[in-house]
């Protein structure tokens, strides 16, 4: 698709939310190769310039990985829990896949407050700014540890979004378990057909059928659809393509892969 290729290949600033499926199996265990697949191919983006931002999920499915005894637990403290352990285990496979690049990385764990007070607003753009501009590449990931309802994000969609929004971006990618938007849920019906571009998300959510959500992730079409509604406000296109494909970035800029590019 020539709308995605032309992008990806215009863009210098690109916020990607890696989805729970792109860096997990079928069992929900963590992906080592397909989470290093999809540093090498962000790495040969640096290597020509580019500046990237990443907003994670995966940190319960890290921490179910590192205390499996847990994964049953339905309470609330041993979520948050599993989630703290998690984060040290996600930036660690992060920090281990950039480290062959040469590459540093930070984490920057957020909550809705830190977006609606104006002085931590600043400070996050700030550390964002210094941190890319310096070639690290910020990892983002809600602060799920001691998030509760009140100061909840809710999901990495919006977060990417929001993300996005602070840091002037050229482009959102959002990695998911599907190709994109279709017009039905293409997991219980066949006949479902992928939109390719949007440019009227009004019109979209009139025309298309949005239940469904995965079992490891929390977002839907819904959370997607508000995200490319919060980013195309402040110009900015997003793309929305299966991250559960190898070499998924380096495809969709060549062509050989498309998903659903939404135009401010």
């Known amino acids: 698709m020539k709308a995605i290729e032309e992008l990806i290949e215009s863009s210098r600033k690109i916020v990607v939310k890696i989805g729970s499926h792109a860096v ?34 995966g940190a319960g499915i890290c921490g179910i990985a590192a205390i499996n005894k847990w994964r049953r637990k339905d309470d609330i403290h041993y979520k948050q829990a599993l989630c703290s352990i998690g984060q040290v ?33 600043l400070h996050i753009r700030n550390t964002l700014f210094t941190l890319v501009d310096e070639g690290v590449v910020p990892i983002i990931n809600e602060n799920d540890s001691v998030s509760v309802d009140e100061i909840k994000i809710g999901d990495n969609d919006t977060l990417s979004a929001l993300t996005a929004n602070l840091w002037g971006a050229d482009l959102l990618i959002l990695l998911s378990d599907i190709n994109g938007i ?14 390719q571009t949007v440019m009227d998300i009004d019109r979209l959510e009139k025309q298309i059928d949005m239940n469904g959500t995965s079992a490891f992730g929390t977002g839907g079409a819904i959370t997607k659809i508000a995200a490319a509604r919060s980013v195309n406000r402040m110009g900015i296109p997003m793309i929305m393509a299966n991250g559960t494909k190898m070499d998924i970035l380096s495809h969709l800029e060549s062509g050989q892969e498309t998903g659903t590019v939404f135009l401010p």
Do not use: C, T
């Open 24 to 57: 997990s199996d079928e069992a929900g265990h963590v992906n080592r190769e397909a989470m290093r697949s999809i540093v090498d191919q962000m790495n040969q983006w640096m290597k020509r310039g580019k500046r990237v931002i990443i907003v994670s999920s």
């Open 89 to 121: 285990e996600l930036m660690m496979l992060y920090k281990e896949f950039f480290a062959e690049h040469g590459i540093h990385v930070g984490q920057i764990l957020l909550s809705a407050d830190d977006f609606e007070n104006p002085v931590r607003n």
């Open 182 to 195: 279709y017009d039905k849920n293409p997991k219980i019906d066949p006949e479902a057909r992928l939109i």
